[in-house]
């Protein structure tokens, strides 16, 4: 199985302020069909898990443009530019391009 | 709108079988997989299976965790997904999520609570 690692595991970030959260892959998550298979959730309190990003760097409609996805491989990140209130909640990576599909532990972030 | 509608949980004893639904609207249900992802309390989210759309042959694929004892299935008449759950262990205590699709889960049910216990 592919394992997912994100750190940290938890951020506190004051208004304003940038963040960001690593997602690191054992194997790498580029297809041959030339797509990265990996996403970007958002866990707000009491709610299901929203898409933010998919295949690394394509915000999901509606997602505000402070969020952004990079990177390639094995080594993922997602910041954000300025946080606002409406941010915390836990943050998931995900990988399908295997089976089973998996998530990162999650990274809980507060304000 | 796009809309994913999970029942069927409840409490259930160790070893019992219990049924969930997805009840969809609002897309083509037949031409998209549907994925249920589960989260224990307090927990991450874990990845339980999915089915494929008419397109791709209805197939179904299960994590190592549920195999042999959950079954995905769908009645595209109805637009209604399912997971049929057997031998129901107190580590199956989750929240169930239904998810229209296989790789981006763009669209995802409210959850719905599943207890184990006795």
């Known amino acids: 199985d592919i394992v997912m690692t994100q750190t940290p595991l938890s951020l506190v970030v004051t208004p304003g302020q940038p963040a960001s959260i690593s997602c690191k892959s054992s194997q790498s998550l580029l297809h041959s069909d030339g797509k990265t298979y990996l996403y970007w959730y958002l866990q707000k309190p009491g709610q299901s898990p929203q898409l933010l990003i998919y295949?690394?760097?394509n915000r999901f409609s509606g997602v505000p443009d402070r969020f952004s996805g990079s990177g390639s491989g094995t080594d993922f990140t997602l910041k954000i530019s300025r946080v606002e209130g409406e941010d915390v909640g836990v943050y998931y990576c995900?990988?399908?391009?295997?089976?089973?599909?998996?998530f990162g532990q999650g990274t809980r972030l507060e304000i | 709108e796009v809309q994913l509608v999970e029942s069927g949980g409840g409490l259930v004893q160790p070893g019992r079988s219990l049924r969930l639904s997805c009840t969809t609207s609002?897309?083509?249900?037949?031409?998209?997989?549907v994925t249920w992802v589960r989260q224990a309390p307090g927990k991450g989210l874990e990845w339980v299976g999915f089915i494929r759309g008419k397109p791709f042959g209805g197939t179904t694929e299960h994590a190592a965790s549920v195999k042999g004892r959950f079954t995905i299935s769908r009645d595209d008449s109805k637009s209604i997904a399912y997971l049929q759950m057997h031998s129901l262990k107190t580590e199956d205590t989750a929240v169930y999520y239904c998810?229209?699709?296989?790789?981006?889960?763009?669209?995802w049910g409210q959850g719905t609570l599943v207890t184990v216990s006795s």
């Open positions: 998810i229209r699709g296989r790789y981006s889960g763009s669209h």
């Open positions: 609002g897309f083509t249900f037949g031409d998209y997989a």
């Open positions: 995900k990988q399908s391009i295997q089976l089973p599909v998996t």
């Open positions: 295949e690394v760097s």
